[in-house]
């Protein structure tokens, strides 16, 4: 008999657990609360270990034609001084997969498409998660219901599938503010391959090629919090870097402020029953290792292996969230350390990059 899930959410994790579970002959429904798939965020980083599981799906054909691998990463100084390079062009060797760049609403677009139409349904907002020995049931705000044999909550920090197994969560109280915006790097004349970050003594602003020409950058800074004037005014004086020209060149209307939370206390568990949850439903993770998507997806790879490795429902879910509690919480505590501004420029003067480090570390799970 065909086993079924329900995915609450239509972003990234959400997608790819439908395509993952479909392809391993699960009838899934993904179901988003909006009337269109979620594209917040302008562009997106994603890491080798993010990578290697869209590829194991099949998917490395899509990724080549939808966004950019790159080629190296790129650290300065405020002052436009070079404080490290990165060659990342061998990372296929070395983690088995690329670094790559990708405009969030075209990778939306692409896992929508090898998901399928049919599989997806929009304007489903949850209103509970029911459940009894013979399977889990969502009703949705517009009135239907949807019964299978699992629920997985990729439904974001403010999930509601979280919210209905464990209540409301606390979060931490100093929220931080990224901004992004969206500009051509021809009109600065940018590397369309590399990554770049730049580090001042009280901020950090990056940029990242997403193929076709386009890039997004991505800033924070103490105290520029409120509005796109303040961080225009705040990043266009990094004279001697090339922040200030790629300020000139950003259309102001593509600038998006996103505020960023994680728990004050991580969940202890992420599963009741044949209900879970996965990406930041489970674990919100601060920007500073770029690791939100990858953590997503690598949660989505050991749920679906362990959904197709144990008989029952519940054993593989108990299997999945003890593999990966684990491995996401250093991750999260390594991405809030990376907000330091003034600890990132300590170890600037050494001409490196604390990022890579933590990644082989921490997300690579390897020893130095």
């Avoid at 657990?17 to 009838?27: F, K």
């Avoid at 931080?176 to 940018?190: P, Q, S």
Wanted: some cysteine; charged content about 20%; overall charge negative.
């Amino acid at each position: 008999m065909t086993k079924s899930a329900i995915i609450c959410g239509g972003g990234i994790s959400g997608l790819t657990a439908g395509i993952y579970l479909g392809r391993m002959g699960w009838d899934v429904t993904v179901c988003e609360k909006d009337a269109e798939l979620r594209t917040a965020g302008a562009g997106l980083n994603l890491w080798p270990n993010g990578i290697r599981v869209l590829e194991k799906i099949g998917l490395r054909p899509a990724l080549e034609k939808t966004g950019v691998f790159l080629d190296q990463y790129r650290t300065f100084s405020s002052e436009g001084e070079l404080i490290a390079v990165e060659d990342v062009k061998g990372w296929r060797e070395t983690y088995g997969a690329p670094l790559y760049g990708v405009h969030r609403r075209h990778l939306s677009k692409m896992l929508s498409d090898a998901l399928g139409r049919h599989n997806l349904r929009l304007g489903h907002e949850v209103a509970s998660v029911q459940q009894d020995d013979a399977g889990a049931v969502c009703t949705f705000g517009n009135g239907e219901t949807i019964r299978g044999d699992v629920v997985l909550g990729a439904d974001g920090v403010a999930s509601a599938v979280r919210n209905s197994l464990f209540g409301p969560q606390e979060f931490s109280a100093d929220e931080r503010v990224r901004w992004r915006g969206l500009f051509n790097v021809a009109d600065v004349h940018a590397d369309p391959k590399t990554e770049v970050e730049v580090w001042g003594t009280d901020g950090h602003f990056g940029y990242l090629p997403m193929g076709g020409g386009k890039a997004y950058w991505f800033a924070a800074a103490d105290g520029v919090t409120q509005n796109v004037e303040e961080v225009t005014g705040f990043f266009g004086g990094w004279h001697g870097s090339a922040v200030p020209a790629i300020i000139a060149a950003t259309n102001t209307s593509t600038i998006i402020r996103n505020g960023l939370r994680d728990f004050v206390r991580p969940l202890k568990n992420w599963s009741k029953g044949r209900v879970t949850l996965a990406g930041d439903a489970a674990h919100p993770v601060l920007p500073g290792m770029a690791q939100g998507a990858n953590q997503a997806l690598e949660d989505v790879d050991v749920l679906c292996q362990c959904l197709g490795s144990y008989d029952g429902v519940e054993s593989a879910l108990a299997a999945y969230e003890s593999v990966r509690i684990a491995q996401v919480a250093p991750v999260v505590k390594g991405s809030r350390a990376l907000f330091d501004f003034e600890g990132q420029n300590e170890v600037a003067k050494g001409n490196k990059n604390p990022l890579f480090d933590r990644y082989h570390r921490l997300a690579e799970r390897r020893v130095i």
